[in-house]
């Protein structure tokens, strides 16, 4: 996930999710292992984590802190493994069937805990454009 000040996800020209900041855009990954318990502890932890700048106080905060708003795009690239040869394999990667029923529960779990969220489109050809606010990247995994 990247802290960002701006994020939009496009398919074939069409704008289908954008937020302004500050908040995340987060590139969601579904391995074999992945359940949606697992979904479900991924958007909690998206919503809670305290990543953005901080407040007067001094203190960073959270998503949930401040109603920011989360970008949610599949991506099973994350899972590439480039270790041998010129090629990733996606092997590691759960195929589509199961991976887009658990994109979709970290989108509806975030909005169950009331996040604002704009998803990509899954399995399009997607072009994302972000403001990185740092810049600040994480990798999170649960």
Known sequence: ???????????AGETVGAIEGPGLCVLVGVTHEDTLAKAAQLARKLWTLRLLPPGEDGVERSCSDIGGPLLVISQFTLYGDARKGRRPTWNAAAPGPVAEPLVDEVV????????????????ADMRVALVNDGPFTVLVEV
């Open 1 to 11: 996930m990247q802290r960002v000040t701006e994020a939009r996800v496009t398919v």
């Open 108 to 123: 509806a779990q975030l909005r169950a805990l009331g996040a604002k969220v704009e998803t990509g489109r899954f399995g």
